[in-house]
């Protein structure tokens, strides 16, 4: 079964400082990986879970 979602919002850190940024990612969720605690699109991108500040689900 296909998650879908209509947007998850995470942080993504900054690599040369200290704090960084919120980023909206659009797509479908392909799995919950439960051992890494992410969520996997299907076009393979993961997101932790503990990066995750919003969920937006599509309705039916």
Same mark, same amino acid.
């Given at each position: ?11 993504v ?15 479908? !969720? +392909? &799995? ?6 992410? @969520?996997? /699109?299907?076009?393979? !991108? +993961? &997101? ?6 919003? @969920?937006? /689900?599509?309705?039916?």
């Amino acid at each position: 079964m296909v998650l879908r979602l209509k947007s998850v919002t995470y942080f993504v850190p900054d690599e040369k400082k200290s704090g960084g940024k919120y980023v909206e990612k659009l797509g479908l !969720v +392909r &799995i919950y990986d439960s051992y890494a605690g992410e @969520l996997v /699109f299907t076009d393979g !991108v +993961r &997101i932790a879970v503990a990066d995750m500040a919003k @969920l937006d /689900f599509m309705e039916k």
